[in-house]
């Protein structure tokens, strides 16, 4: 079982462009979750799919769109990308039985310039 | 929204010294969990607690679920180096699956 993985692992972007981040895990989660990382701050949640087919905001959704493709696939759209997206992004997941116990990917670092 | 607050925000300590870090909220939780972090890493769960007054080991790691419901204490017992990371606290108060993460502890160890 690979887990949770995320592509790309680093990526830079000038402002405005766009780029999707890519999640997926190979555990039958039913969850899925996007947060971002920021430097002496805790993750913030931005988006999250509690089951297929259906998509939530969190606590910091502005600037960013979510796709869950399948149960297996989660992924994270930044449509005009801007310097405060500069952070590192962390995708989870979890299954039905412990919905609080979240799995992690390794994060993508992206820096907007 | 709601917050949690983690102590302290950084250690710097010798092998085989003991560690505690906590977490303090103002809102009652029903699940407390405890992540480490390593470089360039995703988080990874180290102990989960569902019950106030819990308390739960994971080898040299002790946890416990505060009898008010709003803290939680991470106990690291001999430290090694291989210790070294962040070590993150989160709670969860209901609604849907809805984690709240601390700032970190950053422990640093010195052979």
């Known amino acids: 079982n690979a887990g949770v993985t995320q592509t790309p692992k680093f990526q830079v972007l000038k402002t405005g462009q766009s780029m999707t981040l890519q999640c997926a895990q190979d555990?039958?989660?039913?969850?899925m979750y996007w947060y971002r990382q920021d430097p002496g701050m805790g993750l913030r949640l931005i988006y999250y799919s509690a089951s297929e087919g259906t998509t939530d905001k969190g606590e910091v959704p502005n600037g960013y769109n979510v796709s869950r493709l399948n149960k297996r696939e989660f992924s994270l759209r930044l449509e005009s990308a801007a310097p405060s997206q500069t952070s590192v992004y962390f995708c989870a997941s979890t299954s039905g039985a412990n919905y609080n116990e979240q799995f992690f990917g390794p994060g993508t670092r992206l820096t907007v310039l | 929204g709601q917050q949690l607050n983690q102590s302290p925000q950084s250690m710097f300590i010798q092998e085989g010294e003991d560690v505690s870090m906590n977490c303090t909220s103002s809102s009652i939780f029903n699940t407390w969990l405890w992540y480490k972090q390593e470089p360039g890493e995703g988080p990874v769960l180290l102990i989960a607690l569902y019950k106030a007054g819990e308390l739960t080991s994971n080898g040299r790691l002790t946890a416990q679920f505060g009898i008010t419901r709003k803290d939680s204490f991470l106990n690291i017992s001999a430290s090694i180096p291989s210790d070294v990371g962040i070590y993150f606290c989160?709670?969860?108060?209901?609604?849907?699956?809805?984690?709240?993460f601390g700032a970190g502890t950053r422990l640093a160890v010195h052979p």
């Open positions: 989160a709670g969860f108060s209901g609604g849907y699956n809805k984690l709240i």
């Open positions: 555990m039958n989660h039913n969850s």
